[in-house]
């Protein structure tokens, strides 16, 4: 079953809780949590403050994405506060496969993702420690970009690793999805649709309820 993760970063801030809560009642399956630190991405999103806050407004997966610099100090305190996927970024990490091996051993599903510009050969080592694989098919920092087609290649290689070595990470692609190329993203293999844009634009279940018709 192909899994929906709205992002946040496009939500009405000011009405966070009825945002999640409509996501949520229109069938999203997890909701998709932006972090980022100013220094491995430019911009600055939210952290542990907010997402403790909204933990109660869901009992969908907490999907979260961290956009920052050496995640492993933090890992921890994203678990605390509710995360059940941690994504960290190939080139954040100082020691790769220990920050997965700590957000393995609080009990969270560990993840990995890579920009648009690291090669699959930077995360082919740590695929048999990860639950799941984000392709980013976007520059990572901020919503609304144009989704990059080569992303697609990248799923599909990432597709193709996986199952030659028996290994069963689920792909999750974030940047640029709408309803126009999600079915391209699926077909090359991806199981877990990240869209922030193309659900907060407009009327979040309805876009919610479209995404999952084409899913
Ligand atoms: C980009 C973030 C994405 C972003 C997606 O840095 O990782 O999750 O919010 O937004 P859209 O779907 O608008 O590209
Ligand atoms: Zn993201």
């Not at 980022?36 to 542990?48: A, E, K, L, T």
Request: charged share 25%; with cysteine; aromatic share 6%.
């Amino acid at each position: 079953m192909n899994i929906l993760s709205p992002s946040l970063l496009s939500a009405d801030f000011k009405k966070l809780g009825e945002e999640i809560a409509a996501i949520d009642k229109a069938g999203a399956e997890y909701v998709h949590i932006d972090v980022m630190d100013g220094q491995f991405v430019p911009n600055i999103s939210y952290g542990m403050p907010v997402i403790k806050s909204i933990r109660s407004c869901t009992k969908r997966v907490f999907d979260v994405h961290l956009m920052i610099d050496e995640p492993i100090r933090y890992v921890k305190d994203f678990a605390d506060c509710g995360a059940d996927i941690i994504t960290v970024h190939v080139e954040a990490c100082k020691d790769v496969a220990a920050t997965l091996e700590a957000i393995r051993q609080l009990g969270v599903k560990p993840a990995i993702t890579l920009n648009p510009d690291t090669p699959v050969s930077a995360i082919e080592p740590y695929l048999n420690q990860v639950d799941m694989v984000l392709v980013m098919s976007v520059v990572p920092g901020a919503g609304g970009q144009k989704f990059i087609p080569e992303s697609l290649d990248k799923i599909r290689r990432i597709k193709k690793l996986l199952d030659e070595n028996r290994l069963h990470a689920d792909i999750e692609v974030d940047g640029g999805i709408n309803t126009d190329n999600v079915r391209a993203a699926l077909d090359a293999g991806a199981n877990i649709i990240v869209a922030g844009s193309a659900v907060f634009k407009g009327d979040a279940a309805e876009n919610v309820k479209k995404f999952k018709e084409l899913m």
